[in-house]
């Protein structure tokens, strides 16, 4: 297997080692949570963060439909040093205005709150709230595997109350380091900002052949794209210096027959989904969470090996020539997205029932665990 990624840089092997050493002395008390807290860095605007501003909006359109108001908060941070503080002069960034997602000015948290941390953070955990992060619940949300870079080693850390996964890839991951807190689902979806119009997708002249992102992958894909020589046209999503925003990228996917992705897939990408849906035929490898089909449900022959470029090519080209047909092979991946705001609608009304119901099968199991 050509991939190589983190998740195969398991740390089960020394779980036992650090039960037998562990600082851990008391269970905490895990209560039923009244408030959410979510973590994310300020001024950033990426995937990572504005699935932390959905999840967050999710939570409290449920909250307010049973009647309980606002029940999740942002906290904006920005790291110092070895660890990270308030940022106390961020706001919310254009793009997320569109969330109910307040931003929390609240300094004093309670074992009745709990924080959300996205997965490429796990090291500050311990480094924020300081007044108070022995008293606050704790949950990690694997975004991804691989920009977790291994920082997280402590899978029996009692004070972790729930790993929420985006990806099978990342529930992979958890299950296989024998993660001690419950592992939930917890997805994200395409803003519908970034949706086009389906007579947009249908009249755009596909005037590229195969796009890329520059920033993933680019070692394969530059033997690729030596191999096509001039029958194909490949055109870069940026690079080069060249920053184009949300709404470049969009226009650029609706010009292109194809895109291809031979990156890690350290989560479920956005990139190859908004790509779908502005009509694009997509290729990937089998890397990360592309060899998952619950993570990317695309037809398995266009999945492909890295080391069979000439079979990418065939492909390539056939998929060039035949665009309108083989295009049809992806209208099921389409609708499969199409879904993603009802299926996290899903994960947050089962997350609001669970997490005060399994209180004291928590507590009983992490007793037991310890007694081990």
């Not at 060249?242 to 709404?247: A, G, H, S």
Request: proline fraction near 6%; charge should be neutral; include cysteine.
């Amino acid at each position: 297997d050509q991939c190589h990624d983190q998740s195969d840089l398991s740390y089960s092997n020394k779980i036992n080692k650090d039960k037998a050493g562990s600082k851990e002395t008391s269970t905490p008390d895990f209560v039923s949570v009244r408030r959410y807290f979510l973590v994310c860095p300020s001024g950033v605007e990426t995937g990572g963060p504005e699935a932390m501003h959905q999840l967050c909006d999710m939570i409290n359109r449920e909250g307010k439909s049973r009647g309980n108001g606002n029940l999740a908060h942002m906290i904006y941070l920005k790291e110092r040093g070895q660890s990270v503080v308030v940022d106390r002069y961020a706001s919310t960034p254009d793009p997320y205005k569109e969330y109910d997602a307040p931003l929390s000015s609240c300094e004093i948290f309670d074992k009745y709150d709990l924080v959300i941390w996205p997965e490429c953070w796990t090291c500050y955990i311990d480094s924020f709230p300081d007044q108070s992060r022995n008293v606050v619940q704790k949950s990690i949300w694997w975004l991804s595997v691989n920009n977790n870079r291994s920082t997280f080693q402590k899978w029996d850390r009692v004070d972790i109350r729930e790993h929420f996964h985006q990806s099978e890839y990342a529930r992979e991951y958890l299950h296989r380091n024998k993660a001690l807190a419950h592992v939930m689902e917890m997805t994200e979806f395409i803003p519908s900002r970034r949706i086009p119009p389906p007579h947009k997708v249908e009249e755009s002249c596909r005037d590229l052949d195969v796009v890329y992102n520059p920033l993933k992958g680019m070692h394969y894909t530059d033997t690729i794209i030596q191999r096509s020589g001039k029958k194909i046209s490949f055109t870069p999503i940026g690079g080069n210096g060249l920053r184009l925003t949300p709404d470049d990228v969009t226009n650029l996917l609706l010009r292109s027959k194809v895109f291809i992705d031979f990156g890690p897939h350290p989560g479920m990408d956005r990139m190859p989904r908004e790509a779908a849906l502005c009509g694009c035929i997509v290729i990937t490898n089998r890397c990360g969470s592309a060899k998952f089909h619950t993570d990317v449900p695309i037809p398995n022959d266009y999945k492909m090996r890295e080391a069979d470029v000439d079979d990418i090519h065939k492909l390539l080209i056939l998929c060039v020539h035949k665009f309108e047909e083989k295009c049809r092979d992806f209208d099921s991946y389409r609708e499969w997205i199409s879904k993603q705001e009802t299926v996290m609608h899903g994960c947050v009304k089962k997350m609001i029932d669970r997490i005060p119901a399994e209180t004291s099968k928590l507590k009983k199991m992490r007793l037991t665990s310890q007694e081990t």
